[in-house]
């Protein structure tokens, strides 16, 4: 018998026990419901709210372990200092309250896997050793029937099991792991961490860039500068002002180098064509790009600042991949804006075989525009094309 | 006198070796890191070494550690410090184990030739540099400034200046004073600050810095 076979057989075995549970705990909370006009009631119902969070987390483990629904934990339970609060807290904390709607609607389908568990592994069991047993007394014939009835049965016990535990896993996966409004709480704060380390890691590159580059170049300059100053004062011999002379020279290349890199550096941090909006920004891109790019831009209304950076950036580093890994000849830069939303898509007919795995310069891209709550597809199967489409909302 | 520099910048390590070579200074060795750096000193015992602080593979004070440690190892190996940014607290680091032999200067001052190459030969010859920008932010600073509220405007001067290590003789060319007034104000600001007068010029700039709480 395979492991996960087993191992969800084992789960319909401990379902009466902890549906068993959950039941009486359904009483529990019911009672306190009933008895909150006493005021014992209140206590009593916050407790068994905080109850139904730890039945909840014996669930989601079970589930997870066994029969694969497997969630990340909801937020733990964090009341404030005294008693009152921790009762108020209990109240109105909607892991407790789901959790108690798991134990409630849980228990049909729990019945679902617990029939098929019997119909199938029990019932196959008893007809293939009915003959044994003789619980058929019309002998070999009914006997050479049975067992194979029993057999195929046994061979369908897995399959049906794992088809009758589908609304126990869909339960566990939408009651008991972290809701919705939680799980995109979660998503944002990953997203704001990304969003200020993003930002860091930025500045410290153009300081960077500026330190090592522009300023060290600068150095040179005046340096080259200075030495030309104590050439042409040192008198008007002709090997001084020759030397002069190719001093100045490579200090006029020198700043009109360093004027060069500048302005590569600027654009790096920000495009000046992106003042005069995005479709003007990725023209430019467009043209800069060293094999030919068709873009395609229907923007009925402007982005937000902030947003067209953003595409504009994701442009930049997906053009840069396909220069750099797609062998493709010509791209096509498509962007829409509509619904809200702006799409930005990035084709080529180059190899394929792009992944949004860790590690990858995709993997970044997708973070980037996860901050501002939009998402991007890749789909890039090997042989190509490759179709890259990020999706952000217009407006933040 | 023999150099080594120690500079991650190719375009400004080849420039200060072009630089120093045409002033008749021996450039034995230039490296990119602080461990080529010891390794260089340590083979060539230079006169001086010239040091860029922030280089690989950190680019935080790789040079400074490396500067420090070189001072401690050879101690008649002078070393300069060179940096883009003006730290006193850097500064502070590498005046911890005396003062003699050791100069800090911010890179640009290097387009002035002659003054670098004297800074340069006094660091050879045993003394201190400090750059004046150091020194300005040592001075300005809230509590420093109070200390130094005793002080007239021309004595202020005249600390400021032997803080970046000069000599009498040197303030007094600089402040255009005859040397024995620059005397008479040298030993107003030791009066003032309650500092042991001291002769020699590194001595002098480690008691005033000291008495700044660098």
Partial sequence: MPVTAARELAYTLILPLMAGIGLVHLVVVLLSVLTTVNLIGVPMLALSLVAARGLGTVNRRLAGALIGARTTDPAPFRPGKGLFRWVGAALVDATGWRAVAHALIRLPAAALALATAAGLWGGGLVLLVSPVWRLVPEGWPSAALLSPAGLALLFLAPRGLRLALSPERLLARTLLGPSASEARIRRLERARAFAVDDAVARLRQVERDLHDGTSARLVTLAMSLGLAREELELGHRPDHLERARALVDGAHRDAKETVAELRDLIRGILPPALDQGLETALATLAARTPIPVRLHADLPERPDASIEVVAYFCATELLANVVRHSGARHAAVDVRGGDGRLTLVVRDEGAGGAASGAGSGLRGLADRVGAVDGAMDVHSPQGGPTVITVTIPLHL | ?214
């Fill in chain 2, 1 to 214: 006198m023999r150099i080594v520099i120690a500079e991650d910048a190719a375009m400004l390590r080849d420039g200060l070796r072009m630089l120093l070579a045409a002033r008749g200074r021996d450039v034995v060795a230039a490296v990119g890191d602080g461990e080529a750096l010891r390794a260089a000193v340590a083979e060539h015992r230079p006169d001086v070494a010239v040091v860029d602080v922030r280089m690989p593979p950190t680019f935080t004070d790789e040079g400074l550690r490396a500067a420090i440690r070189i001072r401690r190892d050879h101690p008649g190996v002078g070393v300069l410090v060179f940096s883009q940014y003006v730290e006193t607290r850097y500064a502070a680091r590498l005046l911890a184990d005396g003062a003699d032999g050791v100069g800090y200067l911010l890179k640009e001052r290097v387009a002035d030739v002659r003054d670098f190459l004297s800074a340069l030969d006094r660091i050879a010859a045993g003394e201190t540099v400090l750059d004046p920008e150091v020194v300005t932010q040592i001075m300005g600073a809230g509590q420093r400034a109070e200390a130094l509220a005793a002080l007239t405007a021309r004595e202020r001067d005249v600390l400021a200046l032997m803080a970046q290590g000069r000599s009498n003789t040197a303030i007094a060319g600089a402040l255009f004073l005859s040397y024995g007034s620059v005397e008479k104000h040298v030993s107003q600001i030791f009066a003032k600050l309650g500092l042991p007068p001291s002769d020699h010029d590194h001595r002098r700039v480690l008691a005033v810095l000291r008495h700044l709480q660098v």
